[in-house]
C-alpha cells in the first residue's frame, strides 16, 4: 500500500492566522483525500483533490476556508485560514491504494491547536 | 448523506477477554473496511471485506459483511494491552463516474485493563 508522508505533525497556532498542511506520497495516485477530525470524533471528508483540477468540497466546507492545491500526481496541500479555536482538530489526508479492494491509507495526521 | 451506527461507543475489557463490536446502516455498501486508530496517529486498515457474507480474519481479527450488505462486525479474541486504541467502520459505496463515497462509522474505544 501507498506510504504517506505528512506535515507537521503538530501545531499550535494563534486564531486569525493560517496553516498549510502537507502530504506527499511515495507513488502516484489520482485521487487524494483531506479528512477533519474533531476532538473525540469520528472522521468527516473535507475535500478530494484531483490533480490538474479543482477540488471537490463536502457540504459544509468551502475553498474560501480551506483551499487545496494538487500540483502532481504525488503531493497535496491543505491551507486551514483564517483559524478560531473551533479549527482545533487532527486534520488527515488520505488516498486510495492502488485499487478500491486495497481499502484508503491514511497520513499520521496533523494536530492543530488554535489558541 | 449515509450514516454508520457503530457500538459500542467504548468498551472497557480484561486481558484475554474477547472483544465484539458492529455497524449498521441502512444503506447497502460494496465493501466494509475496519480501521485501528492509536493516538497521535492516522486510522490503520485492518480487514477489507468485499462481498456480503464473507468472513475474513486476520491473525485474533474476525470481521463479517453482513449479508444484507448493511451491516459488519469486528471481533477480537483474546485481547491485549496493544489492542487499545479506536476502531472504526467505514463502508465504501459506488457513488459513480469511477468514484467512491467512504462513510466512517463514529468510532469504538477499546481500553484493556490488564
Known amino acids: 500500500s501507498a506510504v504517506i508522508s505528512q506535515k507537521p505533525s503538530r501545531d499550535i497556532c494563534q486564531r486569525g492566522t493560517s496553516l498549510t498542511i502537507q502530504c506527499q506520497v511515495d507513488?502516484?495516485?489520482?485521487?487524494m483525500f483531506w479528512y477533519r477530525q474533531q476532538p473525540g470524533q469520528s472522521l468527516t471528508l473535507i475535500a478530494t483533490?484531483?490533480?490538474?483540477?479543482?477540488?471537490?468540497?463536502e457540504s459544509g466546507f468551502v475553498i474560501d476556508k480551506f483551499p487545496i492545491s494538487r500540483p502532481n500526481l504525488t503531493f497535496s496541500t491543505l491551507t486551514v485560514s483564517n483559524m478560531s479555536p473551533e479549527d482545533s482538530s487532527i486534520y488527515l489526508c488520505?488516498?486510495?491504494?492502488?485499487?478500491?479492494?486495497?481499502?484508503?491509507?491514511f497520513g499520521s495526521g496533523t494536530r492543530l491547536t488554535v489558541v | 448523506g449515509q450514516q454508520l451506527n457503530q457500538s459500542p461507543q467504548s468498551m472497557f475489557i480484561q486481558e484475554g477477554e474477547d472483544v465484539s463490536m458492529n455497524c449498521t446502516s441502512s444503506?447497502?455498501?460494496?465493501?466494509w473496511l475496519w480501521y485501528k486508530q492509536d493516538p497521535g496517529e492516522g486510522p490503520v486498515l485492518l480487514i477489507a471485506?468485499?462481498?456480503?457474507?464473507e468472513l475474513t480474519s486476520n491473525g485474533r481479527l474476525t470481521a463479517q459483511f453482513g449479508i444484507t450488505r448493511k451491516d459488519s462486525f469486528l471481533n477480537i479474541s483474546a485481547s491485549i494491552p496493544s489492542d487499545v486504541g479506536i476502531y472504526f467502520c467505514?463502508?465504501?459505496?459506488?457513488?459513480?463516474?469511477?468514484?467512491?463515497?467512504?462513510?466512517f462509522g463514529k468510532g469504538t474505544k477499546l481500553s484493556v485493563i490488564p
Open positions: 483533490a484531483n490533480q490538474g483540477s479543482e477540488a471537490t468540497y
Open positions: 507513488s502516484q495516485v489520482t485521487m
Open positions: 444503506s447497502i455498501f460494496n465493501t
Open positions: 471485506l468485499y462481498k456480503a457474507g
Open positions: 467505514a463502508g465504501l459505496a459506488y457513488s459513480g463516474a469511477g468514484s467512491y463515497q467512504l462513510t
Open positions: 488520505s488516498v486510495l491504494g492502488g485499487s478500491v479492494r486495497n481499502g484508503y491509507t
